[in-house]
């Protein structure tokens, strides 16, 4: 069963930054993608940002685009997403997913993290 492990949440005023962990306990090789969603109150869970463990091609939501950056560890079981330029309507909770694909859609991952929460003050 593989399990994801995230942190580096926290609470950070606006233009500020924040860095995201993502480990996960093991990975096969259908897990291809590793990625980041989020949710805030009210709100669909919406992507933000994945990549490829093989390769490391990334993909990134329009609103992540020059201010997130997301990158993994050589092992390629950790994932990370550095969180600069923050603004208020960045906060949410963050979760890491891993999956077969790149994909945009919630539904398409089987496997998350249990979220950290993200909060930007203004």
């Known amino acids: 069963q593989v399990q994801l492990v995230e942190s580096g949440g926290g609470l950070v005023q606006a233009g500020g930054s924040l860095r995201l962990s993502c480990t996960a306990s093991s990975l096969t090789f259908s897990s291809i993608v590793m990625g980041w969603f989020r949710q805030a109150p009210g709100k669909e869970r919406e992507f933000v940002a994945q990549i490829r463990r093989n390769n490391g091609v990334t993909y990134y939501s329009d609103s992540a685009t020059n201010r997130f950056t997301i990158s993994r560890d050589s092992g390629r079981n950790t994932v990370f997403l550095q969180l600069s330029s923050l603004k208020p309507e960045d906060t949410a909770t963050y979760y890491c997913?891993?999956?077969?694909?790149?994909?945009?859609?919630?539904?398409?991952?089987?496997?998350w993290g249990q979220g950290t929460q993200v909060t930007v003050s203004s």
């Open positions: 997913v891993a999956g077969a694909a790149y994909s945009r859609l919630p539904d398409a991952f089987q496997i």
